[in-house]
């Protein structure tokens, strides 16, 4: 079993920054690729980034692609998601994913809480 809990999500202006972070427990998460996702008010979860376990395959979402950056601490079990030049559609309840189960851009075995991003206007 894995455990993940995210922070750092809170409220923005547009065009600033945020970086959030995502601590895995119970067991070691350092060969399984993880990934963020975001679900904003009435719409459908979707993909935002995914790091592979070395961190030599990274994939992103066109729409934050330029903007966001993924990364990982294997040491600390820990996944980041850096992001800048934030706009008003990035805000969402943030997801981390470990252990994906096919697909890296949809289907995972064990997800966090989420973290609330509100970017202002």
């Known amino acids: 079993q894995v455990q993940l809990v995210e922070s750092g999500g809170g409220l923005v202006q547009a065009g600033g920054s945020l970086r959030l972070a995502c601590v895995a427990s119970?067991?070691?998460?350092?060969?399984?690729?993880m990934g963020w996702f975001r679900q904003a008010p009435g719409k459908e979860c979707e993909f935002v980034a995914v790091?592979?376990?070395?961190?030599?395959?990274?994939y992103y979402a066109d729409s934050v692609k330029g903007r966001f950056t993924i990364s990982r601490d294997n040491a600390k079990n820990t996944v980041y998601l850096q992001m800048n030049s934030l706009k008003t559609e990035d805000t969402a309840v943030y997801y981390c994913?470990?252990?994906?189960?096919?697909?890296?851009?949809?289907?995972?075995?064990?997800w966090g809480q989420g973290t609330q991003v509100t970017v202002s206007s």
């Open positions: 119970g067991r070691t998460v350092s060969s399984d690729p």
């Open positions: 790091i592979s376990w070395s961190g030599g395959t990274i």
């Open positions: 994913a470990a252990d994906p189960d096919g697909n890296w851009r949809t289907t995972y075995n064990y």
